[in-house]
């Protein structure tokens, strides 16, 4: 990790999720050098584990594993031993569970007055969806994102083509919290107990509409507005070979820059004029019809029009802009193959992290962690013979 990736180098981080905005904030927190030890349970005799692709989270790039039962007694004093000497725990059971478990911030604090704990859940620890099951679309309903987003043929909210709730509302809030809470900790020398709701994050998000509604009274929607499609100037419009363009042109400069790239000058006085604005989105699309995408994005890219191309995922991977940023690193599978994933994309990481080496499923690092934290080789050996740690 170089000094530019390491900004949190010294700061260990256990994480007991596996999936979700928890380990969304891990990934993050690992990519600015935390030392992040990802807590699995042990595997059952007969069971079968539930592990995210290889790929996923960044392939456990910067990632430690401690495998445990912390239903065993003996499991949640070994968990409890790590934990005195983190300075953050991030954990995304049900509200409640931890607590029952004997591992929450009140069993942990009073041993460990500077840690940072962070339970993150759908709709936070109280109030009376606090025990309600969710995921990333039912978030976003809650929060007001997807009655704003565009609509489908029969009405409906159009489902988003990205987990927004898990990584913004979610994963960065934490990350947010978090260093908030070590920066205070610096001064105090205390930690704190953080309780991330993703349904508050997205209320967050959403907080230029509710602010809106709350200060006026007008109900935001899709179409109510210039960012939910009210004017054509902030739409997509398809090209000749079917692929599509976005159009921000927002301000009245951007916007004749592109009337007259489009040779409609005469559209110009009518940018935000309701009545006109069938008629100008029905200019815009013929236009952009007649010309393929990436030939209008030739001219228009760098014409200060507030362009740019609808990129699927192949073409994104393969852009100019982010080959250039050095957007993407190498890791290699434990047979040897290669393959690229998203690096330390956020500012400030490292983009130009060394291979990173895919572990295998069933390795861990329990061994090398449980004797950091102070414990011998027939202790650790009994855990592991009584099949508490892996």
């Known amino acids: 990790m170089s000094a530019a990736g390491a900004k949190l180098d010294g700061i260990t981080v256990l994480d007991l999720s596996s999936v979700g905005p928890a380990s969304r904030a891990s990934r993050i927190l690992a990519d600015y050098g935390a030392t992040i030890i990802k807590i699995a349970p042990v595997a059952r005799k007969g069971s079968v584990q539930i592990r995210p692709p290889y790929y996923s989270y960044g392939a456990g790039r910067g990632m430690k594993r401690f495998c445990v039962d912390m239903k065993a007694p003996a499991g949640r004093d070994a968990f409890l031993r790590l934990a005195a000497g983190a300075d953050v725990i991030i954990e995304s059971f049900r509200p409640g569970v931890v607590k029952r478990l004997g591992i929450g911030y009140e069993d942990i604090a009073p041993t460990n007055k500077g840690l940072?704990?962070?339970?993150?859940?759908?709709?936070?620890?109280?109030?009376?969806?606090?025990?309600?099951?969710?995921?990333?679309?039912?978030?976003?309903?809650?929060?007001?994102?997807l009655h704003c987003s565009g609509r489908r043929d029969d009405g409906g909210p159009t489902i988003p083509g990205a987990t927004v709730a898990d990584s913004a509302a979610g994963g960065m809030q934490a990350v947010i919290a978090i260093l908030a809470a070590l920066v205070a900790r610096d001064k105090s020398g205390l930690g704190s107990y953080l309780d991330v709701s993703v349904a508050d994050g997205v209320?967050?998000?959403?907080?230029?509409?509710?602010?809106?509604?709350?200060?006026?009274?007008?109900?935001?929607?899709?179409?109510?507005?210039?960012?939910?499609?009210?004017?054509?100037?902030?739409?997509?419009?398809?090209?000749?070979?079917?692929?599509?363009?976005?159009?921000?042109?927002?301000?009245?400069?951007?916007?004749?820059?592109?009337?007259?790239a489009l040779g409609l000058e005469r559209l110009i006085e009518f940018q935000n004029d309701d009545a006109r604005q069938g008629e100008i989105r029905a200019a815009f699309t013929e236009a952009f019809a007649e010309r393929d995408r990436d030939d209008w994005m030739r001219e228009l890219g760098d014409a200060d029009a507030c362009v740019a191309s609808v990129y699927t995922i192949p073409e994104l991977c393969a852009d100019e802009q982010f080959q250039e940023r050095k957007a993407f690193a190498r890791a290699e599978r434990g047979d040897g193959g290669e393959f690229s994933q998203v690096g330390a994309v956020l500012a400030g990481g490292d983009r130009e992290p060394p291979l990173h080496k895919v572990a295998d499923p069933a390795s861990t690092d329990s061994a090398d962690l449980l004797r950091a934290a102070g414990m011998n080789d027939r202790e650790i050996e009994e855990l592991r013979t009584a099949g508490v740690v892996e």
Request: charged share 20%.
């Open 116 to 145: 940072v704990y962070c339970s993150t859940s759908g709709y936070g620890q109280d109030g009376p969806y606090s025990q309600r099951a969710g995921h990333d679309l039912n978030y976003l309903a809650t929060g007001g994102f």
């Open 203 to 260: 209320l967050q998000l959403m907080s230029l509409h509710v602010d809106r509604y709350l200060a006026t009274g007008e109900e935001p929607g899709p179409g109510g507005d210039v960012l939910t499609g009210r004017y054509a100037y902030y739409d997509v419009y398809r090209t000749r070979d079917g692929k599509w363009l976005s159009v921000g042109a927002i301000e009245p400069a951007f916007y004749r820059n592109l009337c007259n």
